[in-house]
């Protein structure tokens, strides 16, 4: 069956003044469906028999067709778009593709603007066209089969106060960064570096933005260095600074600054003063 908004192979089965058809093997004439790639898209080599991968939508006459370009966002994903245009019945994203993407009213969280980004997935309507909706969080799948401490992309797409920053991993699982492990600002729409650190029993992910204890002992000694080195060799932090003093001057939590505190005492780098942190290699 041919689908719409996805990626899928195809076999060149007719040839025609409008472009190729493309179906599915075995393929027969009379009951096999097939699609229109336009001469636009098709290649000079591309013969009979032979397969492309293709994504299936309807074109602004609202006749399903095919193309060999791979749109920003394909069901099952989510993605960042930019508005291109409001009008009084939605608006209109740019997705890489001749038709624009429709955002109807109804699937907006926020009233959008042009020129502007928005998170948001891609499904089908009720008269079988492609639309995107901002309420993207049942669009996104569980991921069970992801390892701990696998180190992936997640395109944060809710800020939560109260929960912490609701990421999808990859751009299609479920995903979170618990509160206790933010340590700067992230806005809704960006892309950030992310690792798993427990699958729930569910298939939801728990992230951070951090690497494993000894890959991020040795980012956090370097950033603590460099802090001293920014303060002209010293730094007012010690072990009885509280864990808000070392995330507002840091970013990091009060057993990551200790855990850098002791990689550097260990490679003897800094001396501890009992109102501070002095470096001996400062000039």
Not at 63 to 87: D, F, M, N, S, Y
């Amino acid at each position: 069956m041919i689908e719409l908004g996805i990626i899928q192979e195809l076999t060149v089965v007719e040839t025609s003044d409008f472009g190729l058809y493309l179906g599915e093997l075995p393929y027969d004439p009379a009951i096999s469906e097939k699609i229109l790639l336009p001469n636009s898209e098709v290649a000079e080599e591309m013969k009979l028999g032979d397969t492309v991968s293709v994504f299936v939508y309807k074109d602004t006459k609202d006749r399903p067709v095919a193309t060999l370009k791979r749109p920003a966002i394909v069901l099952g994903e989510i993605a960042p778009l930019e508005v291109l245009e409001v009008t009084n019945i939605g608006a209109f994203l740019n997705w890489g593709l001749i038709k624009d993407l429709f955002l109807p009213f109804k699937e907006q969280t926020v009233k959008v603007k042009a020129g502007k980004t928005y998170v948001v997935g891609l499904y089908v309507d009720k008269t079988e066209r492609l639309c995107a909706t901002m309420k993207v969080y049942n669009l996104l799948q569980n991921a069970s089969a992801l390892e701990v401490n696998k180190t992936t992309k997640g395109l944060v797409y809710q800020v939560s106060d109260e929960y912490g920053i609701f990421v999808a991993v990859e751009g299609k699982y479920h995903g979170l960064i618990p509160k206790r492990e933010i340590y700067q600002n992230y806005q809704v729409g960006e892309w950030i570096d992310v690792r798993v650190t427990r699958v729930r029993p569910d298939g939801k992910l728990e992230l951070s933005v951090r690497k494993q204890i000894n890959g991020q002992m040795e980012v956090d000694a370097k950033k603590l260095l460099d802090a001293i080195h920014a303060q002209k060799g010293f730094l007012n932090l010690h072990d009885k600074s509280s864990p808000i003093e070392i995330k507002n001057c840091l970013n990091m939590s009060k057993a990551s600054f200790k855990r850098a505190v002791g990689r550097l005492l260990k490679e003897g780098v800094i001396e501890l003063k009992p109102n501070g942190i002095q470096s001996r290699i400062y000039q």
